[in-house]
Structure formats: C-alpha cells, structure tokens
C-alpha cells in the first residue's frame, strides 16, 4: 500500500519517538494502521523489523548507539521514500489520475499546443498541399448602394482543414472527441475577399475553432462585407443586378493551399428578407488565376438580386403617367383660357424635379440611361413639344382679318370642311354670309299721270313749284339711299370680320383635336415601348443553371 509524503513523516516521527523510549505501544499511533498491535513491528516497510527489549542487562553506551543507529535508518528510509514516490504515482491509471471532465480537457490542452506554433503550416512533406473546403452562408442582405456601386452583407465563413498536430486518441482522455479552442491559438488559412470595398479584407470576427480528434478543424467566423458590384441599371426600377464576392488565400499558392468548394448553393437557411431586393438565386464556382508559374485558387459566389419594384412604381412611375396624360389634356382647354401654357410649363417643372430625384439614386454613368431616366426624358420633349404647339394654336386662335391673316382657300376646305368630319366634329356654317348690294341705286323716276297732264296747261307757276319739290324730294331719297348703304357697307365688313375670326378659331379648335389624338397615341405608344422591355425582364424567370454538387474531400 502506498501513502503520502505526509504519511510517511508522521509515521517515521512516531517511530523515532518510540525507539528513543523503548516503550513502543498502540495507543502512541494515531493513525488506525497500528491500532490494537502489541507487536514493535512497524508495516510500512516489511523488510525492517525492529525489536526492543528491555535494558535491564544492556549498558547505557549501548543502548544509545542503537538508537543513534535506528534514527539514521529511518532517515534513510524517509528520503529513499520521498524520492521514488513520485515514480510510483506516474504509473497509476490515466482515469484514476484525473478527478473531472474540465481537468482531463486542460491536460488535453496543455499537451496539444506544447510546442505549437501557428505560424507554421501544418504539413507532414514539403509538396504536401492542405485542402480547406469553403462554404458561405449569408444571413442578411444589408444595402445594394446603386449609387456608390456597393453590396453590403452580413454572411458566415465556413472552412474546414486538417491539422495533423492537433490529433488525440480520445480513450486517453475520458473520451473527449473535440474541443473548442481560441481561433488566435491555431494556424489559420488567410482567405479574404479579394472585391472589397471598405479596406477591410478579412472582415471576419476571430470566433473559437472546433477541434475534432483526427485533427479536423471547423471555424465558422461571422463577417460584414461591403464588396463592389458594377450596377446595371439600364432597366431600373425593374432591373436585376448580378454581385459577385471573390475568395482565395492571400499569400499561399494552390500548391500549398488549395480551396475546395463546399456547396455549390449558398446556405440560405437563415437568409433576413430584405424589403428592396430578392435574391434568385446564389451559386459558388471554383476558378484559378494564373500569376508567373504559380496558380492562385479563388471561389467566387455570384448573387443574382431582382429589385422589387412597388416603391417606385407608386412614388415614381405612377405620377410620371399621370403627368404625361395632363401634358395631354392641355390641348382639350379651350384656346381663350390662359391655363394651356400655365398648366404645360408646371407639367414641365414637375418632371424636372422628379430627374433630379433620379439622379441622386442611380450612379452617374455614360454607359447606360436608365428606363425611367428614358422615359422622364421622353415625357419632357413631349411636354417642351406641347408647349410650342399650344403657342402656335393660341396664334391661330387670334388672328382675324385686322392681323392681316386672310385665310386661303385650301385652309378652309381642309379645316373646315374635311378634317372636321375625320375627327367627328360638328362642321363649320357659315352664318354670317350675306349677298352683296347692287352697286347701282335705281333712278328715281318723275310722276306720270292724267293729272299732271291734264295740268299742263295750266300756269307757269305752279309747274314750276311743283318740280322744285320733286327735285328736292330725289335729293333727300339719294341721301337716305347713301345713308342706308353706307350701313349696309359697315354692317357687312363687321359680319365679315366676324365670320373670319370664327373660321380662325374653328382652324385652331381642329389642331387642338388633332394635336390631343396625336399626343395621346404617342404618349401611349412610347409607355408601352419603353416599359414592355423591361417588365418582360423582370417577369421572366432565370433558367436553371446545371451544376453538380463538388466533392468532399
């Protein structure tokens, strides 16, 4: 049986006590190992038995000699015992050495990084080349910044590798199979994304390693990437934008770490719906980029989003629609309101407005207009285009004989006479046509009859009197007749200057039909050319895409 160093001194000390007395007993044992021996035999070391006896015919001399003897036998024996006791305890058991599952993890620990250095590739031969397999998962799809050409997200780097120093037979150690240990204390591959944005490469947040005991290695660190995207807004708001995130090792070639696809489908499992964009679909591929005699191996994960349009089609589009049909209803005003060319210049203001709130949201590219960016340009000449119409037919509208427009002959049977009818208007009649006066007034003719005849003769003065009132009487009727036609003259220049004026205003009336049929086709045409593009790309569904799923290595 064996005791402790305590055991031991405690033990040596009482028997150096009784030798000294000559009067060993039980009862001077504390502990229950001697208890109820008569016997002076000491068990804790079977081969020394010491006997005493009484010194009744021994001298003194004597028997001080052996008991100067016996205590530097003990002596001996004491440190003999302190020194080859800790190789007796290095023989017993692993399971009865530790006491708790947290002491047999630490003397884990301590044995598998003593001597371990992180720095160093964890490699058996010199071509020996670690595989480290790659996944991604995204978690949240934070921003897709149009403007500044930036993808913002929240994702998860999945790597796994082998390390052959970090492996342990599992019976040793009360069946441990794996630990987790900080990622700082362990050789890492320095994989980053190559298409970052913010200087930030790695991006990833140092998590605990998962240690398996073969020597696989988990690390699942937790990143926020900002990595460029060229943005393709040529349809925006229905555009679909493809973002793409490139991995690979830093410094270590395919010869010494080579990347090993995980999963072709991004784990989307845990995937935050974002309220602007829809992720069709994320796929990875394997790539290779040749630098000298060294070949770099890279994954990229390629990000098909579709935007989802309903904020601008209500806030963008929408009044865009309506304000190309209030461009139209401008020629439906009567030409006498002043409002036609109010209501086009602040139809035009609007829609500058909205452009400039475009602009602020898409990136500011030559290469490519944007949909609605075409279509705001296209309802602004077709504003600018109805205001100078609107003017022209407002001229029209005013002009009258006293401007020194006459109105040919042509110009009257096409506007009032056939288009009126094209465009189901009532036609112009003329009211106000008059027949022209004789330009010679009768002569008044003298009296005739028997009585005048009879009379004739009679006396020389009254014949005389009588045609004085005659004449008298023709004057008068010449004024009257003069009078009469000067009135008759003005009455018809002013019915005239009247008929031209409707006829005027009847001609702009027409070109306001036609100008209101000919913008709203137009308006409707060019809505429908410019937007079924778009809307046929945003309905149509990606085909899929065949791959196969890599193996695992």
Aim: aromatic letters at 12%; one cysteine or more.
């Amino acid at each position: 049986m064996y005791f402790s160093a305590e055991i031991y001194e405690a033990v040596i000390t009482r028997s150096l006590i009784s030798v000294h007395t000559h009067r060993p007993h039980a009862a001077s044992f504390p502990y229950p190992l001697f208890a109820g021996s008569r016997k002076p035999v000491f068990r804790i070391f079977p081969a020394i038995s010491v006997h005493t006896q009484q010194s009744s015919s021994v001298g003194s001399t004597r028997s001080t000699a052996r008991a100067t003897i016996m205590k530097l036998v003990f002596l001996l024996l004491f440190l003999l015992s302190w020194i080859f006791c800790p190789l007796c305890l290095a023989n017993i058991d692993a399971k009865s050495e530790f006491v708790s599952l947290a002491e047999m993890e630490d003397a884990l620990l301590r044995n598998l990084f003593q001597g371990y250095q992180r720095w160093v590739r964890p490699i058996l031969r010199a071509n020996d080349t670690i595989r480290v397999r790659f996944g991604l998962k995204i978690s949240q799809l934070v921003d897709v910044d149009e403007k500044n050409q930036l993808m913002t997200t929240n994702v998860w780097l999945c790597q796994e590798w082998i390390d052959y120093k970090l492996r342990w037979n599992p019976e040793k150690y009360g069946g441990i199979t794996s630990i987790r240990v900080p990622s700082e204390n362990i050789w890492l591959p320095d994989i980053v994304l190559y298409e970052n944005a913010d200087g930030r490469f790695e991006g990833s947040l140092m998590t605990k390693a998962i240690v398996r005991y073969n020597g696989m290695i988990t690390w699942t660190p937790p990143a926020s990437y900002k990595s460029a995207c060229a943005m393709d807004v040529t349809f925006f708001p229905f555009d679909r934008q493809n973002c793409t995130m490139k991995f690979g090792s830093w410094t270590y070639d395919g010869h010494m770490v080579d990347l090993v696809l995980m999963d072709f489908q991004v784990d989307r499992k845990d995937f935050f719906d974002n309220g602007e964009w829809e992720i069709l679909s994320a796929t990875g591929a394997r790539g290779n980029r040749k630098d000298g005699l060294y070949s770099y191996p890279f994954i990229t994960y390629s990000f098909i989003l579709k935007r989802l349009p309903l904020f601008y089609t209500l806030f963008l589009i929408i009044p865009c629609l309506g304000l190309s049909f209030l461009t139209v209803l401008v020629f439906y005003l009567p030409s006498d309101e002043g409002e036609k060319l109010s209501l086009s210049t602040s139809v035009l203001v609007s829609l500058t407005v909205f452009l400039l709130v475009i602009e602020e949201i898409i990136p500011s590219s030559s290469k490519v207009i944007p949909l609605i960016g075409e279509y705001l340009l296209f309802i602004m000449i077709f504003v600018t285009l109805s205001i100078i119409v609107t003017v022209f037919v407002i001229n029209v509208h005013h002009r009258s004989s006293a401007t020194y427009h006459p109105m040919s002959p042509w110009v009257r049977d096409l506007f009032l006479q056939k288009l009126p009818k094209l465009l189901c208007m009532r036609g112009h009649i003329d009211r106000y046509h008059y027949p022209e006066l004789a330009p010679e007034s009768p002569e008044l003719k003298p009296r005739s009859g028997g009585r005048r005849g009879g009379q004739r003769g009679g006396a020389h003065g009254q014949v005389t009197s009588v045609g004085k009132e005659d004449e008298a009487c023709a004057s008068m009727m010449e004024k009257a007749i003069y009078s009469v036609r000067y009135i008759s003259r003005h009455i018809r220049k002013e019915h005239f200057i009247r008929e031209v004026v409707q006829d005027w205003k009847f001609v702009a009336q027409v070109l306001d039909r036609i100008f209101l049929w000919a913008f709203l086709s137009v308006s409707v045409l060019g809505t429908i050319l410019i937007f079924t593009p778009a809307l046929y790309m945003f309905f149509r569904i990606p085909p899929p895409t065949a791959s196969e799923t890599p193996p695992l290595h």
